[in-house]
C-alpha cells in the first residue's frame, strides 16, 4: 500500500453546499462505529500535494454549474493528475438531474481512471439564487419540464444512491 494508511479522504466543491451534505454523509457512512472525520472544501485552498499523495484513497464530490464541474474542481483533478503515483479516485457529480455527461467529459479532459464514479441529483432552491441565475435556470426549467415557481426549493438527491457509493468507497478502502 505504498506508505499510505488511514480513511479514504473525502473532499468537495460547493456553491450552495449540496455536495457538502453530500460528502458530509459519505464521510458518516464510511465512519460508521469510527471516528467521525469531516469533509474538505476545496476552497479557499486546494490541499498540497504531499497531503493527496499520502491519502489511500481521495473521494471527490463536485457541483456543476452552467455545463461544467466547478473551477476549483477542475484544478483539483489536474493537480491530483500530475501526482507521480496517484492514489485510487472515487468521484461524484452533482447536477440536477444526476446525469452522467458531465462526468464523462471531466475523466476525458483529465485523462482519469477513477475506481468509483456516479452522479447524483442536487437542489433547486431558487431563492438562493440571484436574479441572473434564477432567471436563467427557470427559462431551462421552461424548457425541459421543471419547476418554475420561484418559491420552488426541491431537494432531489437520493440518499440511498448515495450510502451505496459510500458502500462502494468502504469495499474498496477494505480491499486496498
Ligand atoms: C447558477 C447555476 C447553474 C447550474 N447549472 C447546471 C447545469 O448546467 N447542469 C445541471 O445539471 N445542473 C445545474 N445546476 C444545478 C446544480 O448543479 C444543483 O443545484 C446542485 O445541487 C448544486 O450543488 P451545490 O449546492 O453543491 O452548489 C445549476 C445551478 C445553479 C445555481
Known sequence: MSGRSGMAVVYYATRDGQAQRIAEHICRKLDEGG????????????????????????????AVRYG?????????????RALPAPPPLALASVNLTAGNAYLRK??????????????????LDYRRYGWRDRQIIRFIMLLTGGPTDPDTCIEYTSWDAVEDFAAQIAALQRSE
Open 68 to 80: 461544467k464541474h466547478l473551477p476549483e474542481a477542475d484544478r483539483f483533478l489536474a493537480a491530483y
Open 106 to 123: 471531466t475523466i476525458a479532459r483529465h485523462q482519469l481512471t477513477p475506481a468509483l464514479a456516479a452522479a447524483f441529483a442536487g437542489r
Open 35 to 62: 471516528t467521525p472525520t469531516a469533509p474538505r472544501n476545496l476552497l479557499p485552498d486546494l490541499p498540497a500535494p504531499g497531503e493527496l499523495a499520502a491519502a489511500p484513497l481521495i473521494v471527490l464530490v463536485a
